[in-house]
């Protein structure tokens, strides 16, 4: 319906979608308006009973796969029709705010109350879905969910994967489970999709900046993780001198000045961050005999990634002595491209909402690019305050929320009945 609000878009409630937003908040909230709801955590649990709870009032099926993937399932028509797909995740950062994954949550299961409202029939089931460990906070790699439905990643490789005290995945995701509402399935993850759009906000300031308020994702760049350990020696840090001394944070530090400066671009595409560091025994009179560190690098060209991966190794080589030191990729996930197909939908969608919107590729990785590599598959943004994300002071307003959340309806519906 060229230039009409569709009735099931019109059935989105912004107010029921704010406050389940600011339900979800409560789960692991924080003292400055954020949430720290790491992957796993009883937090987590907590957030996925909540989701079940009220899939489970609307009389929407709620089932989890063996990597813990949680989806909720409006029925359509035809039994035999492939599902189309929306959703993102309720993992946190350590200091997250309360809109960054579980927007894309709350959205897709709005639209599945919207349609149920407007007592829409698809022809095609349609399944909300929170993706486990999107992050990659707590477990790499992050987008593990997604990775692993996608077959990405390999399901046992990923269940064996240790947090940073030493826990392992295969436990926690035991544990967050034990409650929920749907008994962990054996068997590979994965189904057939006949599609996938995922909404999110924008984690960036473009948006705001030119007063759109939708964004049009054509594009996620690419994105490479890397661990680097140095070993160095114990000494007192009285008595040792410094010819004597193999300082595991002193090399560290020269690694890692090396390799800010080797990835400083003068367009300011290519992202670099050291985003953790350990340093052990972590005693301050002990030189310190180990230090670890995590880069996370992205751009849009995987060969310029590979240009630098070539200059990060390189550096961990010349400049670590006396300490022997190593890095390590984690992650590697090439550029994403999204489906014209659907992309010109969210648009449409968008100018029949008579919303302004622009298009634009995303900075923030989404569990969104792996599902890319099994259907068509399209990304929906919307403004978040001063594009701060990653931040407890994460914020976003009720109205963008839902008029994000009315264009996913009408692509959905589109999908759903081709
Ligand atoms: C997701 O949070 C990302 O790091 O892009
Ligand atoms: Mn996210
Ligand atoms: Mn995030």
Request: with cysteine; glycine share 8%.
């Amino acid at each position: 319906m060229n230039g009409a609000t569709h009735a099931s878009s019109g059935a989105v409630k912004e107010d029921r979608l704010w406050q389940r937003h600011a339900d979800m908040a409560k789960l692991g909230g924080t003292p400055k308006g954020g949430v720290n709801r790491q992957a796993l955590s009883p937090e987590d649990a907590a957030a996925r009973n909540l989701l079940a709870s009220w899939a489970k009032a609307r009389g929407f099926s709620v089932s989890t796969d063996a990597i813990g993937n949680l989806f909720v399932r409006r029925e359509g028509t035809d039994a035999h029709a492939d599902p189309v797909m929306s959703g993102s995740h309720m993992d946190s950062q350590p200091t997250g705010g309360r809109f960054d994954g579980m927007y894309g949550v709350l959205a897709a299961f709005e639209a599945l109350e919207a349609l149920e409202d407007a007592k829409a029939k698809t022809k095609r089931p349609v399944i909300a879905v929170a993706w486990t460990n999107e992050e990659g906070s707590r477990f790499q790699p992050g987008a593990m969910g997604s990775a692993v439905f996608a077959q990405r990643y390999e399901l046992d490789e990923m269940l064996q994967q240790k947090d940073w005290k030493g826990v392992v995945l295969k436990e926690a995701l035991a544990e967050t489970l034990k409650a929920a509402p749907a008994p962990m399935r054996t068997g590979l993850p994965g189904f057939a999709l006949a599609g996938y759009v995922e909404a999110h906000i924008e984690q960036g300031p473009r948006l705001e900046n030119e007063k759109k308020t939708i964004g049009v994702v054509t594009a996620i760049q690419g994105s490479r993780r890397y661990i680097v350990t140095v070993d160095g020696e114990e000494a007192h840090a009285g008595t040792t001198p410094r010819a004597a001394r193999k300082d595991a944070y002193a090399a560290a530090t020269r690694i890692a000045s090396a390799m800010y400066e080797a990835t400083t671009d003068k367009d300011d595409t290519l992202r670099f961050t050291i985003g953790r560091v350990e340093v052990s025994p972590g005693s301050p009179n002990t030189v310190p005999g180990k230090a670890v560190f995590t880069i996370d690098m992205r751009h849009p060209d995987n060969d310029v990634l590979a240009a630098h991966e070539k200059k990060l190794y390189d550096i961990v080589k010349s400049k670590a002595a006396p300490c022997p030191a190593s890095i390590e990729r984690v992650t590697n996930v090439p550029p994403t491209n999204f489906d014209t197909g659907v992309i010109d939908l969210v648009r449409d969608a968008a100018n029949n909402l008579k919303l302004t919107n622009m298009d634009m590729p995303s900075g923030a990785g989404h569990d969104a690019m792996h599902i890319a590599t099994l259907c068509p598959a399209g990304m929906i943004f919307v403004p978040c305050e001063r594009g701060i994300s990653h931040n407890e002071i994460e914020n976003a307003t009720p109205s963008d929320l839902a008029a994000g959340t009315r264009v996913l309806v009408e692509v959905l519906e589109k999908l759903a009945n081709r």
